[in-house]
């Protein structure tokens, strides 16, 4: 079945250890985005790739950084994180930006030590 | 400033009873979209409006999207407790901007 993976599912790293959530699309759509959701709040987005452009969300700490290789895959890179940023983060893909019905990955808990 | 703000917050209620989810804004959406996130898990999608006035069914599940595309409701009927989850509304402003804009989110739990 065509869908949206996310590894790992479960994430743990040390305050200001370099961590990377990966993930990867079989329905190859153009946009790829990346949302942060902490407790019972609605996610938030932190930025999104369309095809190779990169679009960063204004409010989004430079902490966080994100590449995609290629249609399939794309990376969250958190270069130091805090104790702030242990959250669900979660993969969206859609076929385009406008009108766009994402679909998105079971989603990475990351817990901060 | 919360583009959608959605009501009830929380909401419990007994299986078998029914139950009206709003979304609200004082924009307008070119479309709109409903998901339902379980524990540990991704939101999925369950529908998308277009045309204001619409009204989509799936199973027990009602949607309506107001005559003047800024508001939506679900409305579900004979609540079963798989139906437990949260529940986002999000759409598409008709300024333009190019994301989705999600609603605050309406935690609903299912009592059997």
């Known amino acids: 079945d065509a869908m949206v993976i996310q590894n790992p599912r479960y994430q743990v790293t040390q305050f200001g250890k370099p961590v990377t959530l990966s993930c990867s699309q079989t329905l190859n759509h153009n946009v790829m985005y990346w949302y942060q959701q902490k407790s019972s709040q609605a996610p938030k987005l932190l930025f999104h790739?369309?095809?190779?452009?990169?679009?960063n969300e204004a409010d989004t700490p430079d902490n966080f950084q994100s590449r995609r290789p290629n249609t399939s895959f794309c990376f969250l890179d958190i270069r130091s994180p805090g104790l702030g940023d242990a959250a669900m983060y979660l993969c969206a893909t859609s076929r385009r930006v406008s009108y766009n019905e994402q679909f998105f990955g079971p989603g990475t808990r990351l817990t901060v030590l | 400033t919360q583009l959608l703000e959605q009501s009830p917050q929380f909401l419990s209620i007994q299986e078998g009873e029914n139950l009206t989810v709003y979304c609200n804004s004082s924009?307008?959406?070119?479309?709109l979209q409903w998901y339902r996130q379980e524990p540990g898990e991704g939101p999925v999608l369950l529908v998308t409006v277009v045309t204001g006035g619409e009204v989509k069914k799936l199973k027990r599940l009602t949607f309506q999207f107001g005559d003047a595309r800024k508001d939506s409701s679900l409305h579900i009927t004979a609540a079963q407790p798989g139906d437990t989850g949260l529940y986002l509304c999000?759409?598409?402003?008709?300024?333009?901007?190019?994301?989705?804009?999600f609603g605050t989110g309406t935690r609903l739990t299912v009592i059997p």
């Open positions: 790739y369309y095809d190779k452009d990169f679009n």
């Open positions: 924009s307008v959406f070119s479309s």
């Open positions: 999000a759409g598409n402003p008709q300024t333009g901007a190019n994301n989705l804009f």
